[in-house]
């Protein structure tokens, strides 16, 4: 996990210097939640700083599990109250919600608040079909 940010690090920095005047890249990291090369917090700290004139590049984490029951999943949390470390970690990285993507949270059915982060723990296939959808929605940030 870790290399894969410091190497997504590099592509996003030369997309926003190239499209300077566009929406953020948006990255999607579908993950088991475990980092078996070291801490990803740096690396995913300094590609969330990465940004364009319409704001920072966001960091979307989805922890997939099929051997949990979607009843406990955790989707769009606040906090990261009652994650195991793994699920504190994602929470940590994962960019809060853009505005256009809360009120579309919203109307798919999902309770989110300004301070959720678009961090989904636990998922099955229909929970990240869903994450994935409210993902790579176009939109502009400011």
Same mark, same amino acid.
């Given at each position: 996990?870790? !290399? !894969?940010?410091?190497?997504?690090?590099?592509?996003?920095?030369?997309?926003?210097?190239?499209?300077?005047?566009?929406?953020?890249?948006?990255?999607?990291?579908?993950?088991?939640?475990?980092?078996?090369?070291?801490?990803?917090?740096?690396?995913?700290?300094?590609?969330?700083?990465?940004?364009?004139?319409?704001?920072?590049?966001?960091?979307? =984490?989805?922890?997939?599990?099929?051997?949990? =029951?979607?009843?406990?999943?955790?989707?769009?949390?606040?906090?990261?109250?009652?994650? =195991?470390?793994?699920?504190?970690?994602?929470?940590?990285?994962?960019? $809060?919600?853009?505005?256009?993507?809360?009120? !579309?949270?919203?109307?798919?059915?999902?309770?989110?608040?300004?301070?959720?982060?678009?961090? !989904?723990?636990?998922?099955?296939?229909?929970?990240?079909?869903?994450?994935?959808?409210?993902?790579?929605? $176009?939109?502009?940030?400011?």
């Amino acid at each position: 996990m870790r !290399a !894969a940010f410091e190497q997504v690090c590099h592509i996003a920095a030369r997309w926003c210097d190239q499209y300077s005047e566009s929406y953020p890249p948006t990255v999607i990291n579908i993950t088991d939640g475990e980092s078996t090369d070291g801490d990803p917090e740096g690396p995913a700290r300094i590609l969330r700083q990465i940004h364009t004139k319409d704001g920072e590049t966001l960091l979307f =984490n989805l922890h997939v599990d099929d051997r949990q =029951n979607e009843s406990r999943s955790v989707i769009f949390p606040a906090s990261p109250e009652g994650l =195991n470390e793994y699920g504190s970690l994602l929470y940590r990285i994962s960019s $809060p919600m853009p505005e256009h993507l809360v009120e !579309a949270a919203r109307q798919e059915g999902f309770s989110v608040s300004r301070s959720s982060r678009f961090f !989904a723990y636990g998922a099955g296939a229909d929970l990240a079909t869903r994450f994935l959808n409210l993902g790579s929605r $176009p939109g502009k940030m400011l």
